[in-house]
């Protein structure tokens, strides 16, 4: 999978020395390796739940958090066998949540295809993702305990973010309890990624809390970004403009619109909920794309990649440190 590598920054002059490209082109392999052993172990003999179970795999995907760890293994030993089997992990984990956040989410689509709960119904989807979730289980715990209960603590992480989205704000800043739910829905299994790619590969232990938090920061600053990128059309999956702002989903310019109490803020706030026809939806969501809390949301992003960014001054110079920059420096530039 060279163009995810590529995608991320990994290439280029900034990658030019034999050392450099040692780690880039074992992380590549790695890849590669990965889609082999995502394909065996999501065979199912039964040929109705086989297709459902490999349905969202087939339709591709970044692969972002298995390059984290196979990065962050080049900390320790390199990748080795139970660091590939990590990074499956990983990605079955990623995989499952994927099946049931499209069912809370009544979302429509999913990585340019239809989602899985709207071709076989809600019921197939969650056990499809129950299913994941055991097959990623079951893949941890040859690698021990210590892998076993990060893996159960980030999964306990993205159940807690799901039901507090869900439930929503009780008392407080609003903006804080969403920050909060991308922190545990998203930021949890990246931080995992890169923590499970110290821990498996051998690496000093005192990498383990910078990585977590690089992880953890940069994948809120990753969803930040994707609340932007949402309110444009993509021509890859052929969502229209503002999908979770048409479905109603919160998003960080939703909440700060919220905030507004200027008159052409409360008129848009109004449109949104109350289109006259889909030309004046459509209007309004291009309306909110040009609102000065799409740059506000930017910013946010911002800040928290310079947070993750700092805590990668724990970690030693070299080819895993400048990856890893590189890696942020690509969340956040998705908004240009």
């Known amino acids: 999978m060279a163009s995810t590598v590529s995608a991320f920054g990994l290439t280029g002059a900034r990658f030019a020395t034999p050392a450099d490209k040692r780690v880039v082109d074992a992380v590549d392999r790695g890849l590669a390796s990965l889609e082999e052993r995502l394909e065996r172990h999501l065979r199912i003999t039964d040929p109705v739940v086989d297709a459902v179970t490999r349905y969202l795999l087939e339709a591709g995907g970044k692969r972002a958090r298995p390059l984290l760890l196979l990065l962050a293994a080049h900390l320790g030993d390199g990748i080795d066998d139970d660091v590939l089997t990590a990074a499956e992990v990983v990605e079955l984990t990623h995989l499952a949540s994927l099946?049931?956040?499209?069912v809370m989410d009544e979302a429509d689509t999913r990585r340019g295809v239809p989602s899985a709960h709207t071709v076989?119904?809600?019921s197939v989807a969650i056990l499809a993702g129950d299913l994941l979730f055991a097959r990623a289980g079951a893949l941890t715990a040859p690698l021990g305990s210590e892998?076993?209960?990060?893996?159960?603590?980030?999964?306990?992480?993205?159940?807690?973010g799901q039901l507090h989205e869900t439930l929503g704000p009780r008392d407080g800043d609003p903006v804080q309890h969403y920050l909060q739910v991308l922190a545990d829905k998203t930021g949890s299994l990246i931080a995992a990624a890169g923590e499970l790619g110290v821990l498996v590969s051998g690496a000093d232990a005192a990498y383990r809390e910078p990585v977590r938090e690089f992880g953890?920061?940069?994948?809120?600053?990753?969803?930040?970004?994707?609340?932007?990128?949402?309110?444009?059309?993509?021509?890859?999956?052929?969502?229209?403009?503002?999908?979770?702002?048409?479905?109603?989903?919160?998003?960080?310019p939703t909440l700060l619109l919220a905030a507004r109490t200027d008159d052409a803020s409360v008129a848009l706030r109004a449109r949104l909920a109350e289109?006259?026809?889909?030309?004046?939806?459509?209007?309004?969501?291009a309306e909110l794309a040009a609102h000065p809390v799409v740059a506000e949301t930017v910013a946010e992003a911002e800040r928290w990649q310079r947070d993750a960014l700092a805590a990668l001054e724990a970690?030693?110079?070299?080819?895993?440190r400048r990856g890893l920059v590189a890696f942020a420096e690509h969340v956040v530039a998705r908004t240009r």
């Open 99 to 102: 099946y049931h956040d499209d």
């Open 120 to 122: 076989w119904g809600n």
């Open 147 to 160: 892998v076993a209960a990060l893996q159960s603590r980030t999964f306990e992480r993205l159940c807690l």
């Open 216 to 252: 953890e920061r940069i994948g809120v600053a990753f969803q930040l970004v994707d609340d932007v990128i949402d309110l444009s059309s993509d021509p890859d999956t052929g969502k229209d403009a503002g999908t979770d702002v048409r479905a109603g989903v919160v998003t960080l």
């Open 275 to 285: 289109p006259a026809d889909e030309a004046d939806l459509a209007a309004a969501v």
């Open 315 to 320: 970690l030693p110079q070299g080819t895993v």
